[in-house]
């Protein structure tokens, strides 16, 4: 008994270093990527009738200052605020071009650990949602509730690894690097295959699924499903 509890452990640090070493080959044999136009400004609706349309600053809520924009290494992105009196929501869309970022880093960049890290609180939380938006089914979402002080608010978001929706926390909230998820980004990076990634997060203060069907939050959703949270098909 006593040489299976040392057994253990020792088998699953060989197998994290063995990880680590599969992903230092792949980044090494894989070739730098190439340069990414940016688009996704273009992609989502820059006008909604009756509805104002602003364009936001990455701030603390995105976790992403100069310093951590350098650090995730975007090649594109977009947060935009749809807001109409009270009723408000942002949309914000983050993409890598392939080869450009480890997947597990990327599955790291959500409310779960950016926020959570810097203050929220998770209150409520569902896990792989079916959605869908005009008869189109959307890739499983994940949904939060997050709150600090007396501000709360809703999130669905989705993570897109060439074009599957990619979720490490199975029914948890995700927040550290796992083994499985070193062996993905091998599997996924290695010998160039080198996928891209979206990051697609939509927040309000209001009820997110009762604004879904709203034909102004409908016209968004329209242009993401199209964008990459559609499966192909």
Known sequence: MKVVKVALPALALLVLLLGIGLQVF????????????????EALPRSLPGWEVTDLDLGPTESVTEQSFRIL?????????????????????A?????KMPIRLVNQHTPDRCWTENGWTCSDRRFHV???VNGTALHPAQWGTYSIGDFENESYFWHIVDGEATWFGGERINTRTSIISVLLDFRNLAFNRNPDQFFVRIVSRDSL??????PAFSSVMNTL?????????
Not at 77 to 92: I, S
Not at 95 to 99: A, F, K, M, S, T
Not at 225 to 233: F, G, R, S
Request: hydrophobic share 35%.
């Open 73 to 93: 290494n975007l090649d594109d992105y977009v947060y935009r605020e749809f807001r109409r009196g009270d009723t408000a929501f942002t949309v914000y869309v």
């Open 209 to 214: 699924d009762e604004l879904w069907n709203q």
């Open 26 to 41: 792949a980044d090494a044999v894989s070739p730098d990527p190439e340069p990414v136009e940016p688009f996704l400004a």
């Open 225 to 233: 499903a199209d964008l990459c949270l559609a499966p192909e098909a």
């Open 130 to 132: 079916e959605k869908s």
């Open 95 to 99: 993409y890598w071009g392939p080869g």
